[in-house]
């Protein structure tokens, strides 16, 4: 018996599956992990305040830097070895990460880890797209890789205030690493190799002119928050523009692009990504500021803001399993535009606070949140490979996760700098107020795209079914 026309055994299939579902629930226990230790983090590498902010920020960097040309690379050169390779790379980074106590070291590593983050999101993406013909199958293994995101930053927080509390926060990093050595030699075993039949070849200058100029952004972004007139920021901002800038310019010209910049006219691939800088600068971006703001301004304990930040992500699990049982009649961007509009109720309901709250005000504003982000995830995955030509999985994965990895560093910006502002009142009262203009502003971001969403599926709809009609002319 076999799940799919090229005759993969359905044992097989399914340790696929497990494999690249665990492998993206690593790299988003690796990006969230520092959340709930911050503070402990921070003292033990003698960090200042801009310190603090890259320890939160640098892996957003590699990740986002790396995603697209990793999903290039596992395309062309082997989906299970970018894998493999990727999760050692994390392995590696989280250790030398711990072995040595500065805090430049830590940023460093802490960016190698989201390059080989980046491999594995964007391999394992492709690899279910090459596993899973479209349909039921697939969008039930979409489902799985998107709760096992919402299941990684449920973890990641949690494990690593539990083990901070238990011995050291250098624990979670060091279970992290043999978690990854272990998956890594797991999926040479267990996980067949592909690649696309079509290989466009790495197109190297557009790579590194891409990676050049959303590292430079990222920086300026994380640079900014100690002051946006420096002229380190204006200098990484301007960078940035020239490089990007190149970037488009190489790619228009290259016969070997690694984006198709033709797919930014397609209103598929166009909801799809925008879906993913929505659910980033939204729902992940206030989440990423509520772990340290529960601690400073409402005296919540890191475990117990793990457990709130809990609610919102193993919820987001169950429902991102649950949708595989939506009828297929409702099409992913639809449910993509559905699960933005409820993030941006559930976000709503988290404004209001003030300095009295405790943990039981927030639970229904992040459940009703976590709920809709599950849609939302178990849909991205699926609808990054369907936006793109076949054989080109990774490359999707990699150009719809830059863009949720880009809107959560913009988001978090967003946030940091709204919740920072000076006040007429104590701090924790400014840190209360701030928070609640952020929430606001998050969820006016996932409404926003939410609406967008639907009207790029039906401009979708409305062009294909003008195709229709003209082959039927």
């Known amino acids: 018996m076999t799940t799919h026309t090229d005759a993969v055994p359905v044992e097989s299939a399914r340790a696929t599956l497990t494999v690249s579902a665990l492998g993206t629930l690593l790299v988003l226990v690796a990006f969230t992990a520092p959340l709930s230790t911050l503070n402990v983090t921070a003292t033990a590498l003698d960090a200042d305040v801009s310190g603090r902010t890259w320890i939160l920020s640098s892996m957003s960097i590699g990740l986002a830097a790396a995603l697209l040309s990793a999903g290039t690379i596992s395309d062309d050169f082997g989906r299970r070895r970018t894998l493999s390779i990727g999760l050692l790379v994390i392995a590696a980074g989280s250790v030398v990460g711990v072995l040595v106590p500065d805090v430049l070291v830590f940023v460093l590593t802490r960016v190698l880890v989201g390059v080989g983050g980046a491999a594995v999101i964007a391999s394992s993406l492709g690899i279910i797209a090459h596993t899973f013909p479209p349909g039921p199958q697939r969008a ?76 430079t952004l990222l920086a300026g972004l994380v640079e900014g928050r100690q002051g946006w007139t420096q002229p380190v920021v204006i200098g990484l901002f301007v960078a940035s523009a020239v490089l990007l800038v190149a970037f488009v310019v190489i790619e228009h010209r290259s016969a070997t692009s690694m984006l198709d910049l033709s797919l930014l006219r397609s209103p598929a691939f166009g909801a799809a990504t925008l879906a993913a800088v929505a659910i980033g600068a939204g729902a992940i971006a206030l989440m990423s500021y509520m772990a340290g703001f529960l601690g400073a301004a409402l005296g919540i304990s890191a475990i117990g803001s793990a457990l709130l930040l809990f609610a919102w992500s193993g919820t987001s699990v169950v429902t991102a399993l649950l949708a595989r049982r939506i009828p297929a009649s409702v099409s992913g961007r639809v449910q993509l535009a559905v699960g933005l509009i409820g993030v941006a109720a559930g976000l709503a309901a988290l404004t209001g606070i003030d300095e009295t709250s405790g943990w039981v005000r927030f639970l ?96 979708a709809t409305a062009a294909a079914r003008a195709e229709v009609t003209a082959a039927g002319v």
């Open 140 to 215: 039930a293994a979409s489902g799985v890789w998107g709760a096992s995101v919402g299941a990684g930053i449920a973890i990641g927080p949690l494990l690593s205030a539990l083990l901070e509390k238990a011995d050291s926060w250098h624990d979670a990093y060091w279970a992290l690493a043999g978690a990854s050595i272990l998956l890594a030699v797991a999926a040479e075993r267990l996980v067949p190799e592909s690649r696309t039949e079509h290989p466009r070849g790495l197109d190297l200058p557009g790579a590194l002119l891409f990676a050049g100029g959303i590292a």
């Open 364 to 459: 229904p504003g992040l459940l009703f949140a976590g709920i809709a982000t599950g849609l939302v995830n178990a849909n991205l995955g699926r609808e990054a490979v369907a936006s793109v030509p076949a054989g080109r999985g990774g490359m999707g994965s990699g150009a719809n996760n830059t863009a949720r990895y880009l809107g959560s560093a913009v988001g978090v910006t967003i946030v940091a700098v709204i919740a920072a502002r000076p006040g007429p009142g104590s701090a924790a009262e400014d840190l209360v107020s701030g928070w609640n203009v952020a929430a606001v502003v998050t969820a006016v971001i996932s409404a926003l795209g939410g609406v967008v969403v639907f009207v790029l599926h039906c401009r």
